[in-house]
């Protein structure tokens, strides 16, 4: 039982890392590829989740539902919330740009997306002050312990459920419907997407909130293993550039895989490697497969030569 | 339909187009003639604003239409075919023909027009599921006409449609394009191909550096010896 234990502790933990990585990047992945923004505020997103889903967490927990209502009304509000924010940052800051300058975008978004990174930091930080808001467990039931007979903590396994169901509906949205698949058109060519009745604008302010939102419902699904605090989103953001990095930039199918593969290559480190090489053997073993990779594959393991950002 | 007044375009301060005065009748097919940088493209895409001009209007149906968006005068009926064609590569033929109709809520309606797309260009039927990127030059060509009459529109602008076609697929294009003013659609035409385009136009312009310098008939200007010598290869 023992190992078995560590075993399911292992995966649960690589899963629930692998899943919010993969969140993360998906939308890193989606903007990139839509708008061509190289965002560095993204991890911010993520902070934003957690602090409003810590908000909304305790705010619905004294009203007496049942169980599994609140975590459920934290993490969809967070999101929410989330992409409202990010929808009134590209209006007010991305669009505003796209009018006045078409050259260097690449490298005046990427000085923007700084920007506004460092101002959700210390703005949080004035707003909320610099203490710790978390939680110590999000889901109450027991029914997985049950019938596992053992301690299996949920929050974990749930946040990966909470990944898988996220971005299994993205993608669906994305490939299904007629508005996923006009983003889709807008990443491939803007002037086609324009002359076919595309309204530019809309697309872009919608997919800034939709990385929003996934980075949010990542950052508030994690409440219990991350509390919420204003610089929280950084190591969050170098995990999915990492995962970008790794798979190609702004491939939306590659993220999803890179994402897992990061989580249990942390995990593994973490778990079997700290003993040898001490507390930054995650970050060592990361970066040497990813330097390893790219050295035999410059674009990433899926990367392609056709551009076709968002698949 | 279209009516253009005193346009002036410039790319920063290059400037391109100079006075261009035009008007395009309902149900007409009128062709653009020119030589290669004339203007010819750019004047287009300063009628779709795509290139806000510096000087002059457009009217669309009696209606200013001046620097708006692109995908406004889409949805207002226009469908423009660019020279680049900008299909969208990473997707099937299918789905560009569906992005094509992409305002039109009617799923009936889609369907049938699909089905007339796929009775002009057979082509493009055997290919659906093929990437777009993947078609040869010929195809795509096919693809962004096809894609530019999934919306049904009243005014289609097309920009060397038979641009590396081979001839019989030139054929398919002006038949295509024949058979389209029988819908009363009112069509403009940008060709090298100039023969062709005066027997299926009824009127034509004749562009030089950046201003129109002749106007006609189809009959009239393939009669006149400027045309004849200039782009008929005629003494
Ligand atoms: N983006 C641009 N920046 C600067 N000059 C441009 C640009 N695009 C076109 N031009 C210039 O504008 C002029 C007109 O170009 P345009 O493409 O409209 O010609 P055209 O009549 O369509 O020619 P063709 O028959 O070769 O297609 C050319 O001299 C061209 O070099
Ligand atoms: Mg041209």
Redesign the interface.
């Known amino acids: 039982m023992e190992v078995l234990g560590q075993v399911w502790d292992f995966f649960a933990t690589s899963m629930m890392r692998g899943g919010m990585y993969s969140l993360m990047a998906v939308g890193l992945a989606l903007v990139f590829g839509v708008m061509n923004i190289a965002n560095f505020a993204h991890g911010e997103f993520y902070m934003l989740g957690a602090f409003f889903g810590y908000f909304i967490l305790s705010a619905t927990s004294k009203l007496g539902l049942p169980a599994f209502l609140p975590p459920i009304i934290c993490i969809a509000g967070a999101g929410l919330c989330v992409a409202l924010v990010a929808g009134i940052i590209e209006r007010t800051s991305f669009r505003a740009l796209r009018k006045r300058s078409k050259g260097q975008w690449l490298m005046n978004t990427f000085l923007l997306t700084l920007g506004i990174s460092i101002i959700l930091q210390n703005g949080s930080r004035i707003v909320w002050g610099g203490r710790y808001r978390g939680v110590t467990r999000m889901w109450k039931g027991d029914f997985l312990n049950s019938l596992l007979d053992y301690s299996l903590p949920p929050d974990r396994l749930i946040a990966f459920l909470i990944a898988v169901l996220s971005i299994g509906g993205f993608v669906l949205f994305l490939n299904k419907t007629t508005t996923g698949r006009a983003i889709r058109a807008v990443s491939q060519d803007e002037v086609g997407a324009s002359l076919v009745g595309i309204n530019l604008g809309f697309i872009h302010t919608l997919v800034f909130s939709l990385s929003g939102l996934l980075a949010g419902i990542a950052g508030a699904s994690l409440l219990s293993v991350t509390p919420a605090s204003s610089f929280m989103g950084t190591m969050p953001l170098y995990k999915s550039w990492f995962v970008l990095i790794l798979v190609g930039m702004g491939s939306i199918g590659g993220s999803i895989v890179g994402g897992l593969i990061l989580g249990f290559l942390e995990t593994f480190a973490t778990t079997y490697l700290s003993v040898y090489l001490g507390s930054g053997s995650s970050e060592f073993v990361c970066l040497a497969v990813i330097i390893t990779i790219l050295l035999i594959k410059p674009n990433g393991i899926f990367g392609k030569s056709v551009k076709s950002a968002v698949e | 339909m279209l009516r253009v007044e005193n346009l002036d375009v410039a790319y920063g301060h290059l400037q391109i187009l100079r006075q261009v005065n035009m008007n395009i009748n309902n149900g007409e097919i009128v062709a653009i003639l020119g030589a290669n940088g004339a203007g010819k493209t750019t004047l287009l895409k300063s009628v779709?604003g795509?290139l806000p001009p510096k000087a002059g209007k457009v009217f669309y149906r009696g209606e200013d239409v001046t620097g708006r968006?692109?995908?406004e005068l889409?949805?207002l009926g226009i469908?423009?075919v660019?020279e680049?064609?900008?299909?969208?590569?990473?997707?099937t033929v299918e789905?560009n023909l569906?992005?094509?109709a992409?305002?039109v809520k009617d799923k009936a309606k889609i369907r049938s027009n699909l089905k007339e797309v796929y009775e002009m260009f057979p082509r493009l039927e055997e290919r659906r599921k093929q990437l777009a990127?993947t078609m040869s030059g010929g195809e795509r060509q096919m693809l962004a006409i096809g894609?530019?009459l999934m919306?049904k529109p009243h005014l289609i602008i097309l920009d060397e449609p038979s641009m590396g076609l081979s001839p019989t697929n030139v054929l398919i294009v002006f038949q295509t394009i024949k058979t389209l003013t029988s819908q009363e659609v009112t069509i403009v035409i940008v060709e090298q191909n100039v023969d062709a385009t005066l027997n299926v136009a009824s009127r034509a312009y004749v562009m030089e550096h950046g201003a129109v310098v002749m106007e006609g008939s189809s009959q009239e200007l393939s009669q006149n010896d400027y045309v004849k010598k200039m782009y008929l290869g005629q003494s």
């Open positions: 779709m795509l968006a692109p995908f889409s949805r469908a423009f660019p680049e064609r900008n299909i969208f590569q990473a997707m789905d569906l992005l094509g992409y305002f990127g894609r530019g919306s």
